[in-house]
């Protein structure tokens, strides 16, 4: 039983509609929105990572979750290890204060455990939410012929973590990007009454839109040439067919990736406008399945990895 | 910074009232009951177990922290560490299966990590209920003068544990309170309008009502020959101080342990009675601090370990 094997299993298990078929970014349960995500060392993080930073980045995954949602965060429970190292223990409480007062949030509760030092780190962290009273976006409402978009920029994190490795030049905006990620919670909210499907981008923009893809029973052709990249992004890697690549293969953006009726373009640019917030359109869905990607007038081969599978 | 310090700090940065300072088997937030817990091996379950019966106890061992808030659940997220043993998983998912079955429970969702073979295995799981009308029965509403009583009888689980460990002749009864808890949900939503703060009995009898004592700013005096024995433990362990003794500082029972006004015993007795479950009497709050236990007109020194600490 692989993992996917054991996520079909428990996809037969988690039949109720609240549970959207363990296949969105939360569960919607009446006007609850409810995630669980963990992050474990050595697959989500780095062994050398700060504390303060993996008490950021374990809230703010699961508040990328609810933004996708269009949710309010109302509240965060806490599952904790203890592997025997008080420093460390000290700084990733100090790190969850500061990330928690950003956001407004409650810790509600949670549980705390001892496990063997050297056993790698582990964290969960269920974050609840509120959803809008129009609903809360699927992955799944897509349609052939709406647009799709995403926010922000991509692949800024992927260099961040390259940077991390000593694989290239390190920049601060980059390296922020990959170890203060942020939760587009703001404009989750304002966006989601006017889009028909809504994610976000935590594993890659490619394996992620692919995922939309699949969930809605459309063929997204997305843009390649399209895709938004930042001044602090190019500063170290050159606009070539490879840096998109990498960019949109790397996950940990945290960005919004969403679909809407053409028609909605004209809101859905002054809704982000007035937050500030860079929206591009990067390609449209059709009929058919699966993502195809163009680069210019080229169709571009597909990579091996779209994205990070864990 | 001990696993104490920790809380400690945790608690400071838990200031909402929804979080009942980290002291409570749940966090209330309006009429959402929320509480998540782990599950180690080795810590708390046998790494002989059968899976079946760690799926079933995550989930019971939730369920039980939402019957003493006497709410009714309605869905679980799952947290789950994938450890290469694809056996285990298939079997685990089976008895997650059964367990969420018995209670009509949905999985709403949750996520799936992957973590290195032969590190321990840990599970984390976040039920959510909603209370009655009536409000969440706390720990800490206990006043001088109120009667505590216990639900069932207490040590099944205990003995269970010393069966699995060869240490004691087995019976069916107290391996199954062992393995396969039932967490009193019925109960708990029948008893919660009547108790002036209710809580489950999950580390040992004497280190919960401890900590009610302490939450409830009273002193308990618990009457040790009180404390109800089922004829199953008593078959295997004969009636003596050391046997109650062993029988309230083992934890897992699940039982609920709750405080009343003595006028209100009537009422409860009657509420038990039409459920078919024994309630107890076993002591009494007073002025104070602490727990006092007597064992007919004695005064029994405390155990160095009232509980399980973990």
């Not at 699961?62 to 223990?89: C, H, I, M, Q, R």
């Given at each position: 039983?692989?993992?996917?094997?054991?996520?079909?299993?428990?996809?037969?298990?988690?039949?109720?509609?609240?549970?959207?078929?363990?296949?969105?970014?939360?569960?919607?349960?009446?006007?609850?929105?409810?995630?669980?995500?963990?992050?474990?060392?050595?697959?989500?993080?780095?062994?050398?990572?700060?504390?303060?930073?993996?008490?950021?980045?374990?809230?703010?995954?699961?508040?990328?979750?609810?933004?996708?949602?269009?949710?309010?965060?109302?509240?965060?429970?806490?599952?904790?290890?203890?592997?025997?190292?008080?420093?460390?223990?000290?700084?990733?409480?100090?790190?969850?204060d500061i990330?928690?007062?950003?956001?407004?949030?409650?810790?509600?509760?949670?549980?705390?455990?001892?496990?063997?030092?050297?056993?790698?780190?582990?964290?969960?962290?269920?974050?609840?939410?509120?959803?809008?009273?129009?609903?809360?976006?699927?992955?799944?409402?897509?349609?052939?012929?709406?647009?799709?978009?995403?926010?922000?920029?991509?692949?800024?994190?992927?260099?961040?973590?390259?940077?991390?490795?000593?694989?290239?030049?390190?920049?601060?905006?980059?390296?922020?990007?990959?170890?203060?990620?942020?939760?587009?919670?703001?404009?989750?909210?304002?966006?989601?009454?006017h889009v028909?499907?809504?994610?976000?981008?935590?594993?890659?923009?490619?394996?992620?839109?692919?995922?939309?893809?699949?969930?809605?029973?459309?063929?997204?052709?997305?843009?390649?040439?399209a895709v938004?990249?930042?001044?602090?992004?190019?500063?170290?890697?050159?606009?070539?067919?490879?840096?998109?690549?990498?960019?949109?293969?790397?996950?940990?953006?945290?960005?919004?990736?969403?679909?809407?009726?053409?028609?909605?373009?004209?809101?859905?640019?002054?809704?982000?406008?007035?937050?500030?917030?860079?929206?591009?359109?990067?390609?449209?869905?059709?009929?058919?399945?699966?993502?195809?990607?163009?680069?210019?007038?080229?169709?571009?081969?597909?990579?091996?990895?779209?994205?990070?599978?864990?």
């Open positions: 039983m692989t993992e996917a094997d054991f996520i079909a299993r428990l996809r037969g298990i988690a039949t109720d509609p609240a549970a959207r078929g363990l296949a969105d970014d939360a569960a919607v349960l009446g006007d609850l929105v409810l995630t669980h995500d963990m992050i474990v060392e050595g697959v989500h993080f780095l062994p050398d990572e700060r504390p303060q930073d993996v008490a950021w980045k374990l809230v703010a995954v699961n508040l990328s979750d609810l933004a996708a949602k269009g949710a309010t965060p109302v509240g965060v429970l806490l599952g904790y290890s203890l592997a025997g190292d008080a420093a460390w223990d000290a700084a990733f409480a100090d790190g969850l990330v928690l007062r950003r956001y407004g949030l409650p810790l509600l509760g949670g549980d705390t455990v001892g496990v063997p030092a050297g056993a790698p780190r582990s964290f969960g962290l269920t974050a609840i939410g509120r959803a809008l009273a129009e609903g809360a976006p699927s992955r799944s409402g897509m349609k052939p012929g709406d647009r799709l978009w995403v926010s922000g920029t991509i692949g800024n994190a992927g260099a961040g973590l390259a940077m991390r490795l000593g694989e290239i030049d390190a920049n601060e905006t980059c390296l922020a990007a990959y170890s203060r990620p942020q939760p587009q919670l703001t404009l989750g909210q304002a966006l989601a009454p028909r499907a809504m994610m976000d981008v935590s594993d890659g923009l490619l394996i992620d839109a692919q995922r939309m893809a699949t969930a809605s029973g459309c063929r997204i052709t997305l843009r390649l040439d938004p990249l930042s001044a602090a992004l190019l500063a170290v890697r050159p606009d070539v067919l490879d840096t998109r690549l990498a960019a949109t293969t790397a996950g940990d953006d945290y960005q919004l990736l969403f679909a809407a009726d053409p028609d909605a373009g004209a809101v859905i640019r002054a809704t982000a406008e007035a937050l500030n917030i860079a929206v591009t359109p990067i390609g449209h869905a059709g009929v058919g399945e699966g993502i195809v990607v163009i680069d210019g007038a080229q169709r571009v081969a597909l990579p091996d990895r779209l994205g990070f599978m864990h």
